[in-house]
Antibody, heavy 129, light 106 residues
Framework: QVQLVESGGGLVKPGGSLRLSCAAS????????MSWIRQAPGKGLEWLSY????????YYAESVKGRFTISRDNAKNSLYLQMNSLRAEDTAVYYC??????????????????????WGKGTTVTVSS | DIQLTQSPSFLSASVGDRVTITCRAS??????LAWYQQKPGKAPNLLIYAASTLQSGVPSRFSGSGSGTEFTLTISSLQPEDFATYYCQHLNSYLTFGPGTKVDLK
């Protein structure tokens, strides 16, 4: 069955680094964009980043741009999030999600969009001294 | 950047009620909107994408409508398993989420 399993979370000191992984199975990984989303304790969802199937297109939320790096290894069916210069406010559950791409055909133009149809169970990152 | 707001933030309802949640965008976003349901301690679950397309396997009591800046998620007859928090999300470029609407038992 389609499955995403995150790993790599843990306790890290402020200023430290952590690399999260997301192992995908049950679908053709190279057919899909992939995303990272987080949720701080008691708070809402925060989209962080997504990467195209080839890795050529990447977007980041402003809150993590320059500190976090998304990547993927299609040969290993894996997604990664390298997190540097971690802060207390980065404490959260981190989810990876399969991110299908679709489009609207509005006459002469195509408008592409992405949504998240399969989510992992998440991995917890705690940033504390 | 596009900002999403949701109303209400909290909603108390009874089983069988018709429930409507609104999501407003700070500028027009065509139909680039999705809705998710999240239960405590669980990952979110996709309900609706492209404003009104029901995700496979989602009960037909859920529906979405709207375009431009105002969108609604409607649950036609609230079931016990529907008590949860609902989020809208912009679907183009920066995939921002709304702040959420918690639906609990009256």
């Amino acid at each position: 069955q389609v499955q995403l399993v995150e790993s790599g979370g843990g306790l890290v000191k402020p200023g430290g680094s952590l690399r999260l992984s997301c192992a995908a199975s049950g679908f053709t990984f190279t057919d899909y964009y992939m995303s990272w989303i987080r949720q701080a304790p008691g708070k809402g969802l925060e989209w962080l980043s997504y990467i195209s199937s080839s890795g050529n297109t990447i977007y980041y939320a402003e809150s993590v741009k320059g500190r976090f790096t998304i990547s993927r290894d299609n040969a290993k069916n894996s997604l990664y999030l390298q997190m540097n210069s971690l802060r207390a406010e980065d404490t959260a559950v981190y989810y990876c999600a399969r991110t299908p791409s679709d489009y609207f055909d509005l006459g002469n133009d195509y408008y592409y969009y992405n949504y998240m149809d399969v989510w992992g169970k998440g991995t917890t990152v705690t940033v504390s001294s | 950047d596009i900002q999403l707001t949701q109303s209400p933030s909290f909603l108390s309802a009874s089983v069988g009620d018709r429930v409507t949640i609104t999501c407003r965008a700070s500028q027009g976003i065509s139909s680039f909107l999705a809705w998710y349901q999240q239960k405590p301690g669980k990952a979110p679950n996709l309900l609706i994408y492209a404003a009104s397309t029901l995700q496979s396997g989602v009960p037909s009591r859920f529906s979405g409508s709207g375009s431009g800046t105002e969108f609604t998620l409607t649950i036609s007859s609230l079931q016990p398993e529907d008590f949860a928090t609902y989020y809208c999300q912009h679907l183009n470029s920066y995939l921002t989420f709304g702040p959420g609407t918690k639906v609990d038992l009256k």
